[in-house]
């Protein structure tokens, strides 16, 4: 980790007396120079060790010493070279880096991070990158390719099966576990309707959220929950019935008129009519008068 601190703020420690320590002062590993001992922790010998970017860190000695995969410096490395592989590829604009490769690397953050509090509903509940958009800098280059740019500013990625993985539906692993392409560019709107603790309702064959066939319907979000849970409404009695306001058209037997006007035809108090409606389909409501 990054220390936010100057070489006159640190504290070393002695050597420990026995053979068998590794002492690697004054050493330097590729970027890396070792400053000093900083003492043991878990067991393992910890030392101080300044990048040439000007970045101090703190390695357990076996990090940078060990002949594969060893720490080579405090993550500038990694940056140089991400950053040469994107703009080889036309996805780094001069000092900025395009907004879906960015989303890209949110994407394998939320899923392989355990650092970051997003992995708990990401990467700790199983949730996975496909082989394809996975692998280093080509992974971001494959995903673009695969998904195109962003239709606007306002879409961001979204997983179709909230319970799925973020797959291609192509590469190996896909097709080995049977994973469909599971993404799209969705604005936030339609990511809000595509939540585990959203609602759905299935009328007509057709799924939806509760807010998705409110909008549709022209009816308060509040109302429909209302009407299917407090008062246990059918589905068909809770989308059909309309929303009784002061000059609302109903339509019956091909004819459409306000409230008042149909209580006049059928020689009934506006007052009886309302509250029948409130409890009954129009087609109840009216057959009963």
């Known amino acids: 980790m990054i220390l936010q601190l100057n070489e ?7 050597f420990p007396k026995h053979k068998n320590f590794n002492d690697i002062s004054d050493k330097k590993f590729n970027r890396l120079k070792v400053l000093g001992f900083k003492g043991f922790e878990n067991k393992n010998a910890v030392w101080y060790l300044k990048c040439d970017c000007g970045n101090i860190i703190k390695l357990v000695s076996y990090e940078v010493s060990r002949k594969r995969r060893a720490t080579k410096s405090c993550g500038c490395l ?19 880096r395009v907004r879906e490769a960015m989303i890209h690397g949110s994407m394998m953050s939320r899923c392989y991070n355990s650092k970051i509090k997003e992995f708990k509903y990401y990467g700790a509940k199983g949730v996975k990158v496909c082989q394809r958009w996975r692998i280093d800098t080509y992974g971001c280059i494959n995903f673009i390719n695969d998904l ?18 973020y797959s291609c539906g192509k590469c190996e692993e896909c097709v080995e576990n049977g994973w469909k392409m599971n993404c799209r560019w969705a604005t936030i709107k339609e990511q809000n309707r595509n939540k585990r603790t959203n609602v759905k309702i299935t009328y007509n064959n057709e799924t939806k959220c509760l807010a998705e066939w409110a909008e549709i319907l022209n009816v308060g979000a509040e109302t429909l929950l209302s009407r299917l849970k407090k008062n246990n409404f059918c589905i068909h009695k809770a989308l059909e019935k309309p929303i009784l306001k002061k000059n609302i058209k109903i339509s019956f037997a091909g004819d459409l008129d306000t409230l008042i006007g149909w209580a006049g035809r059928l020689n009934v108090n506006p007052k009886t009519l309302r509250r029948r409606l409130k409890n009954k389909t129009i087609e109840e409501a009216f057959m009963l008068l």
């Open 148 to 165: 195109g740019n962003r239709p606007t500013n306002k879409h961001s990625i979204d997983r179709i099966d909230v319970e799925g993985n």
């Open 8 to 14: 006159n703020d640190l504290i070393f420690s002695k």
């Open 78 to 96: 990694n940056r140089e070279l991400a950053s040469k592989r994107l703009k080889k590829h036309g996805l780094l604009i001069p000092g900025k």
